[in-house]
């Protein structure tokens, strides 16, 4: 059949020579290249993967481009193009996010933290490379691992958590380096239409998905750079690079035989073939012969030097362990010992260190007979095939008045423009008040300031969010979040400070509020607790602030549980004060009259309180005639419920284990009811049985109590 009418074009510009493809993809697992030509650098216009004379190398591109034409009869007006691995910036961060409940997680919260981990490796890259001026852009970011809940899951959506966290590794490119590959293109007449990476381009076709969750490393061995990329679990897990590829090799050769680098070169490709004697002209114009032995014993040591480092780097990016197995790929990986030199630095066996070509060049086909699939071509497939996979380029956006770069993977966001120009992450989220830090009795609390307003986004004038998508020539308007008020919390704010201490006085029982001291001190209940402070609730009054609460005199003749006491005698729950006999007729007016001021106030707080509830009484009863089922006849209402309306309650005092204790809230009350108000445990047995006993009779929980019934309440 006939040529489609998209062709891709793809180039591969090495450190010594560039490599055009043309081709197309008609399914998964079928590429046809059309087209195909090499030329080698005439200078060493590229050292290490990076351009040096931008002219020169743009002169090779026309010239393969003019090649590829005239095979393809096309015309060819855009190229995809890889960045090599020896510019190639990779940080591998751990990001969480915690919410103040459990939520269920949605992709823009699974968004939002994988952004979160670009921003941290961007910083990262930012801090390790002080006082350099560079440019960085994330060119590419994988999720290694998620978790839920601090257990790894491989998706997040849908699950419910408290906390979800990730490890991203994210890949950074600098600007002038892809301001350097973008120049000669455009200089020989091309545009961009794809940029990716050699190490991705690579893996792409050296290691299908199939084989990705094994730990296998994929070595493309350039001119100039060793790329390196790991896999595990399904992803790719590192990128790496060593400055030392096979111009080393050649370079070794220029001072052994005393020959130009072209030469040298030559020497190095001849001893793949099958000559017994290598002829070569050295520099003086002499000609000398060679055996292809004698070129690889002193090209050993330069392999030796070159797979340890390859190996170092392997395990460092694997965590301080070998893979399981190498995959070589590229023309400096062909020499002589290569891969069993690196398996033996890695400590595998050689049998699993393999060139690559053939094997997984099975689904291309080429229409020009004479080219053999080989591993120097792994890595111009993979930079055609990523065309299909993630068509993208640099696009120009405006961001509050300012023009940003960036690279588009086709899912640029307004998030993705906010970050590559530099605006903070966290002003484009609500942002909490302070939040205020305390103890309790010596717990640690925390109170969560008010959450503040999201940021203000506007796309091209219209609403938008920080995940809406944006095109080329965006105008992108943020006005930053706000900040949320501080945290603040009153004494009496604190839900301890409801509580009640109960004392027994002249055998009256006289019920106070408990004291909050504050770094030592008593405070007010209106006291605004301030970072840091130590509270503590008082489980007793002193008797001379007894005395001073119910405006009673200290006689110096008072006991406490029937002993003498002082001022500063602790009077404790339950504690009994008394007056001696002679004395007691002298604070028995005061103590009457502290006694009826306190009855006459509860009577005015219930008659307020009644009058409070009439007022929603209507609306309660509908709610509970539309909400609460049936009653069966002849059940008890269980704990937290009642029968009769929660607006005819009626406050009942009673003992439980010789304490005072007031059941609230209802118009009748069953022994159950008394675990509300009375601290004890029966989820946890501290003994075989629990006794529960109503006036010494025995009682279940269903049984009703009333005012003045003694109870007893205990594990036996």
Known sequence: MGNPEQLVFGLDIGTRSIVGTVGYKQSMNDFTVVAQDVKMHDTRAMMDGQIHDINKVAETIAQVKHSLEKQTGRKLEEVCIAAAGRVLKTVTVHVETEFTQEVTVDTEMIRALELLGVEKAYQQIKEESQGDDTNYYCVAYTVIKYYLNDFSISNLEDHKAKRIAADVLTTFLPDEVIGGLYTAV?????????????????????????????????????????????????????????????????EQLVGAHLVDFATAEQIKMDINTEEEVITYT???????????????????????????????KIKELNGGKPVSAVFVVGGGGKIA????????????????????????????????????????????????????????????????????????????????????????????????????????DGVKRMIRGEAGEAAEIWVNGRPAAVNSPIEPNAKIEIKESTVGKAAALEVRQLPEYRSNITFTVNKKQVVCPKFIEVNGTLVSEYYSIQEGDELKLLSYYTLEKLLEFMDLPYTGHVYVNNR?????????????????????????????????????????????????????????????????????????????????????????????NGRAVTLKGKSSYWFVDILDFYPF??????????????????????HPVKAGDVIDLYWK
């Open 564 to 656: 003498p006491a002082g001022k500063e005698e602790k009077v404790y729950e339950n504690f009994s004060v008394e007056w001696s006999l002679e004395e007691k007729a002298g604070v028995a007016a005061a103590a009457q009259e502290y006694y009826q001021e306190t009855a006459a106030e509860h009577e005015e707080e219930k008659q307020a309180s009644s009058m409070d509830q009439q007022e929603t009484r209507k609306t309660e009863t509908q709610v509970l005639e539309k909400t609460e089922p049936a009653q069966p006849a002849g059940t008890v209402p269980v704990q937290g419920t009642s029968s009769a309306s929660p607006l005819q309650s009626t406050d009942v005092t009673v003992i439980v």
């Open 282 to 312: 050295d520099i003086m114009g002499l000609s000398q012969t060679t055996t292809p032995e004698e070129v690889r014993a002193e090209l050993q040591p330069i392999v030796d030097s070159m797979t340890r480092q390859v190996a170092e």
């Open 681 to 702: 445990d029966v989820s946890t047995a501290h003994g075989q049985t629990v006794v529960t006993q109503i006036n010494g009779e025995k009682a279940d929980f269903s």
């Open 337 to 440: 010992g290569y891969t069993e030199s690196l398996a033996g630095y890695l400590g595998i066996q050689k049998e699993r260190v393999a060139l690559r070509g053939e094997e997984v060049l099975g689904f291309v086909r080429f229409q020009q007979q004479e080219i053999k699939k080989d591993p120097m071509l792994v890595t111009p497939i993979g930079i055609c095939l990523n065309y299909y996979e993630d068509k993208n380029n640099f696009i120009f956006v405006n961001v509050n008045g300012e023009s940003v770069k960036l690279y588009d993977n086709n899912r640029l966001t307004v998030i993705d423009a906010a970050m590559q120009n530099g605006f903070p992450n966290e002003c484009l989220f609500p942002r909490r008040g302070k939040e205020l830090n305390f103890t309790l």
């Open 186 to 250: 455009e200089k020989a007449g091309l545009k961009v239409a794809n940029l990716t990476l050699e190490p991705i381009a690579a893996i792409q076709v050296a290691i299908p998905e199939k084989f990705r969750l094994l730990n296998i490393a994929l070595v493309d061995v350039g001119a100039g750079t060793s790329d390196i990329s790991i896999t595990k679990e399904g992803s790719i897990i590192a990128y790496g690079m060593i400055p030392m590829a096979g111009d080393a090799l050649t």
